[in-house]
């Protein structure tokens, strides 16, 4: 017999509060300055994000309103410490790799005293929801999914049990799910990790193909294995050789089954620290208006010249009225350009460094089907793969 439990999961999940958060934004700006510190030509930069170097500005910590969090006492003190660092210019020009890793090696300590353990790095800023529930799912999957999940396990005996939800088999019916997920399906899990640098690879990954900015999102979970897994919805899947890419992965999962049934008064919150990249474009936009402001000024000056000199300076003043509208455009189209360029940048060189620490993508995907999905994803265009 199936029992369906999605349509109830789904109404409970914007209403059960399950974390405690905090965030860190790391804002990113674009260098101005290429090689010898020669000055970009300010419309190419901003009309053809013509550049290839970033800063990381500063980091803006928005600490956690409940003040008992242990693991978020030390975030303060570590973002104060690496802001006077990037402000006396003992970091300048870090590396973006360099201030995740700094984070890391300060917020992630021993494990048994209530530092941050697990870990998931998002492509986008996303919210925290699993792809079963995600906003392109028919309605009706959700509503027969445990009918679809049991039929697929009579015909696959052999790989795939059907477990119908029940807080006693929440674990075992987790196991399953996993195998589903591993293979494709959409569920009521989410991964996480215990491994930082693996989380990392997971927030860059695909990034060449990127047609558009993102706001690349890192977390940081503080996790009791035992008390999370009774009064939250943490759940350490059952490793095994049919399912290698959660040993691959160091992976552990939140199972949202457990909405179904959770007490909201037995609720041990998790805490969780979200890690942003954000995009500073105000010294571009600034220096646009500017240049803007005196082009105005200056046709303003050659109307008023204009009533006592003998020449004409009406051309000069529509080249200027030109360059006016020109740096309109380009304030206006900037912005999503530039952001575009920062992205790329970012992702490109924390994807370049964990390769050059052996964190290798194709290692995400110790099965033979999932290796070769990775590779031909990797070397079909976007629209081939769209049309196939």
Known sequence: MTIEIYDEVQTRLKDIPLFTEAEIKIVVKPDLREKGD?????????????FDHYHI??????????SDVVAFDQVAQTVEMINQDLEH???????????????????????????????????????????LFRG???????SSYDRIYSDIAKEYPDILSYIPYDEDQAEARAEQLAMLQHYGM???????????????????????????WHYSSFDMYCIDEEKHAESNIFVAVVKNDRNKRIKAQKGAFFDYDYLNDIRVTNIQKI????????????????????????????VGFLKESEKTAEASTVGM??????????????????????????????????SHKLREYFYLEKNLFPDFDKYISYLQQRNIEPTERLNR
């Open 271 to 298: 805490p969780r620290l979200k890690i942003r990249l954000d995009y500073d474009m105000s010294a571009i936009s600034d220096a646009l208006q500017k240049q803007q402001t005196e082009f105005t000024g200056l």
């Open 89 to 131: 210019g003992k970091i300048d020009n870090w590396h973006i790799f360099y201030l995740y890793k700094e984070l890391i090696q300060k917020l992630v300590r021993d494990r048994s005293e209530g530092y941050f353990n697990y870990f998931r790095g998002q492509f986008d800023d996303w919210p925290l929801i699993p792809s």
């Open 317 to 350: 003043q529509n080249q200027l009225a030109e360059n006016i509208k020109m740096i309109t455009e380009i304030r206006e189209k900037s912005p999503e350009l530039i952001k575009d360029r920062l992205s790329y940048l970012l992702s490109r060189d924390i």
């Open 38 to 50: 020669s000055q970009i030509a300010l419309t190419n930069l901003a009309q053809y994000s013509d």
């Open 186 to 212: 959409r569920t009521s899990l989410l991964d996480i990790t215990q491994n930082p640098f693996i989380a990392l690879q997971f927030m860059v990954l695909g990034f060449e193909t990127a047609k558009h």
């Open 136 to 142: 392109n799912t028919k309605k009706s999957f959700i």
């Open 57 to 66: 500005e500063k980091l803006v910590y928005c600490p956690s309103t409940d």
